[in-house]
T-cell receptor
Framework: GAGVSQSPSNKVTEKGKDVELRCDPI?????LYWYRQSLGQGLEFLIY????????KSGLPSDRFSAERTGGSVSTLTIQRTQQEDSAVYLC??????????????FGPGTRLTVL | GQNIDQPTEMTATEGAIVQINCTYQ??????LFWYQQHAGEAPTFLSY????GLEEKGRFSSFLSRSKGYSYLLLKELQMKDSASYLC??????????????FGSGTQLTVLP
């Protein structure tokens, strides 16, 4: 079946503008994760959704970052008043469930955000 | 907190064997993953270890020692297409029950002809 999809693939914005990044997880996957990958850095966890439970927002770097997941499927990551340090590749991943032994996360192609 | 270390870069020759090491410090360990990431692409899953020992999957094998906080990824019969970044990631069970992954910075492997 189809993998994780993200849009847009690239986004260039001006400092101070708001941006929305979208993620469509694999159908049937109840867990969804957002990560950020800055140049030369490892992936940094941002936020996690599991079913209808309250999201784990422990990785969000500031209150300018927020995310929603509607209907247990599509998720939107919103960055308000973007700053240059927000420039990175934003990766979304989904997994089937969290109770399994493996519960592999499958990643989307990412959105490359550039803040000028 | 969690800390994951892996070499920044490695170079090997086509047809050879290369071992990429990863050491980690974490609480609530619940598995170690290896991902491959080609430039500009998404990470793709390679292997998973939760018990000590060696997991073999074709040309790729991964080893885990929980007592030493150590893993390695072994790539045999290297091919040019294996040139990529290899990410070591540790999963832990936090108090919030999230099974988030903590990633190392990745090892950039270059395979030379």
């Amino acid at each position: 079946g189809a993998g994780v999809s993200q849009s847009p693939s690239n986004k260039v914005t001006e400092k101070g503008k708001d941006v929305e990044l979208r993620c469509d997880p694999i159908s049937g996957h109840t867990a969804l994760y957002w990560y950020r990958q800055s140049l030369g850095q490892g992936l940094e966890f941002l936020i996690y959704f599991q079913g209808n439970s309250a999201p784990d927002k422990s990785g969000l770097p500031s209150d300018r970052f927020s995310a929603e997941r509607t209907g247990g499927s599509v998720s939107t990551l919103t960055i308000q008043r973007t700053q240059q340090e927000d420039s990175a590749v934003y990766l979304c991943a989904s997994s089937r469930r969290t109770s399994g032994v493996t519960d592999t996360q499958y990643f989307g192609p990412g959105t490359r955000l550039t803040v000028l | 907190g969690q800390n994951i270390d892996q070499p920044t870069e490695m170079t090997a020759t086509e047809g050879a064997i290369v071992q990429i090491n990863c050491t980690y410090q974490t609480s609530g360990f619940n598995g170690l993953f290896w991902y491959q990431q080609h430039a500009g692409e998404a990470p793709t899953f390679l292997s998973y270890n939760v018990l000590d020992g060696l997991e073999e999957k074709g040309r790729f094998s991964s080893f885990l020692s929980r007592s030493k906080g150590y893993s390695y990824l072994l790539l045999k019969e290297l091919q040019m297409k294996d040139s990529a970044s290899y990410l070591c990631a540790v999963r832990s069970i936090s108090s919030g029950s999230a099974r988030q992954l903590t990633f190392g910075s990745g090892t950039q492997l270059t395979v030379l002809p």
